[in-house]
């Protein structure tokens, strides 16, 4: 639907947002009206080079036309049923990621948040059915992001952050310990600890990759303890970083992975992927999820998974993310270029973030801040050199009006 079809105003449409919607967003002033590949397109038919992806969802392109058409010829057959009868896209969709993941099994969800609490309740679940009643200590890391569900928002290794407070008590059975320390995660470590949880890239928490001897010393950690690895990919799946999963460029497997946004392709979908000794704690009736599996968004994530597969998107986003932080580390401010794949996170050495995403934005280009001090980048995993050099050329402009506006203020004050 576009604004041309309601007879509103763009600012008749914002009004009715501002007065029935709940707002947790900043939003931006445009209305997003029609995607395609990188390039998202407003009311007036302004085009966007998109760097954030829908974040990190359409990785095979916005609207991409493998996606498309897997959707609408479901349409013509099936959008939902309830779970109990079999349907092809779950059947054909679980075959193509488990074969892939190298997991065994697959439980769907919505989205990345209730993934992740499908696993935290397997991994409780694995613990207290195996060991006892109070084997379910998780350990995940310190600025970590699990999502806003209550589980994972427990998970969430931020207790200061909006995320955790005014919310009363945590969901007990969490500690966390600082990323990319493995002596912090092994001194955390107690005879009722099940799991250890992490991102392979922490994206919330400024874009921080997973050191290789972190990794290593993890999956170590747990196989001396008798406990379980678990990987948080809901961002960093499906390309992203390199490879088809985070952890197949690590040589590291885990015990049971998360996964949503590029799965999708633009359609809502999570899943838990999980080794047969994990998933088999799942009997009728210990978990359920009236839409996971959703037919119309399973022939969407088949669709997306196989765009990404057989067209190697994985080694575009190694090629062009290799390429894009070569090119950031050369603009003004920047401290420090980290990431992995195309998830790349820009750090400054002033705090300008917030004042160079709204300068790109200005300049037709969609890029995102994580505090104060850093811009992520999270494009559509088909970016081309020549997007990245525009993108590079846009930054700068948008770097030295913020730097400059930074200084007047200083100097003012």
Known sequence: MRLKDTGLTPKELKDIVGKYMVETYERYDFIAERAEGMYIYDEEGNAY??????????????????????????????MHTFNYPYTVPQALLAKKICDT????????????????????????????????????????????????????????????????????AMLPGFSYAEFNNLEDFASKVTENTI?????????????????????????????????????????????????PMAYMGYGVKPDAVSMAKAMGGGM??????ALDKVAAVFTAGTHGSTYGGHALACAAAYASVSEIIDKDL????????????????????????????????????????????????????????????VNRMIP??????????????????????????????DMAS
């Open 101 to 168: 993941a190298f997991m065994n099994k697959i439980f769907y969800q919505n989205s990345g948040a209730e993934a992740n609490e499908c696993m935290i309740k397997m991994a409780r679940k694995y613990g207290i059915d195996n060991f006892g009643p109070e084997r379910y200590h998780i350990i995940t890391a310190k600025n970590s992001f699990h999502g806003r569900t209550y589980g994972a928002m427990a998970a969430t290794g931020q207790p200061e952050s909006a995320v955790q407070k005014s919310f009363g």
């Open 380 to 409: 559509p995993l088909i970016v081309t050199k020549k997007q990245i050099d525009k993108l590079i050329r846009i930054m700068r402009a948008a770097i030295e009006d913020a730097a400059e506006k930074y200084y007047d203020m």
């Open 49 to 78: 080079l998109d760097f954030y992806g829908g974040v990190a969802v359409n990785s095979p392109g916005n609207r991409n036309e493998r996606v498309v058409e897997a959707v609408k010829e479901q349409l013509d057959d099936i």
């Open 314 to 373: 994985s080694r575009n986003a190694y090629e062009m993310g290799e390429y894009m932080k070569k090119q950031l580390a050369l603009l003004p401010h920047v401290k420090e270029v980290r990431g992995r794949g195309l998830l790349v996170g820009c750090e400054y050495d002033i705090p300008i973030a917030a004042e160079v995403k709204h300068g790109c934005l200005d300049r037709l280009v969609l890029i995102t801040a994580i505090g104060d001090s």
């Open 268 to 273: 809502p979908i999570g899943a838990c992927c």
């Open 195 to 243: 799991a250890i949880l992490i991102e392979p890239v922490q994206g919330e928490g400024g874009v921080h990759p997973a050191r290789q001897e972190f990794i290593e010393g993890l999956r170590k950690l747990c196989d001396e303890h008798g406990m379980l690895l678990l990987f948080d990919e809901v961002q960093t799946g499906w390309g992203r970083t390199g490879a």
